[in-house]
């Protein structure tokens, strides 16, 4: 009952149909390479990824006019693959995640309530460390225009 705990990723490796994902995976990567190399040099950077199965060979582009060209080309493609066992080859669109959104330079900063303000103004004038008392008053400042405008008099 007490054996060893393992490590997850000795438990992942020793997984039998993992390694078969894995295994897969990593021979679609190299016959995603074994496609672009194929397309036209305008087309690689469309071709996104490619799944194998059996001897369907599906390429994922990002855009329908990628794909319709891909059609075009698409037994060409089969026979110049033909030493991979591939002997049809299908198109669909994959689109792309959109980028995550840029961080602003500061987040958006709520306003304090006058309450809060002035228990910061308090804390400040209560303190003896210097420090302290300018970051309380920093603090308070964040407090609505019309506030900071009374503190200034």
Known sequence: ???????????????????????????????????????????????????????????????PAWLTRLRFMATDLAVALASHQINAVQGRIQLAAPPPPAPSASPPRSPLSATAAAHLRSAAAATADPDLQRLFLQLARHHTATDADSERS
């Open 1 to 63: 009952m007490n054996a060893k705990p393992q490590r997850i990723g000795a438990l992942l490796s020793n997984h039998p149909l993992l390694q078969t994902l894995l295994q897969q995976r990593q021979h679609d990567a190299e016959l995603l390479a074994v496609v672009r190399a194929q397309l036209p040099l305008a087309m690689r950077a469309h071709c996104l990824d490619v799944r194998r199965h059996e001897q369907c060979l599906t390429v994922y582009l990002d855009s």
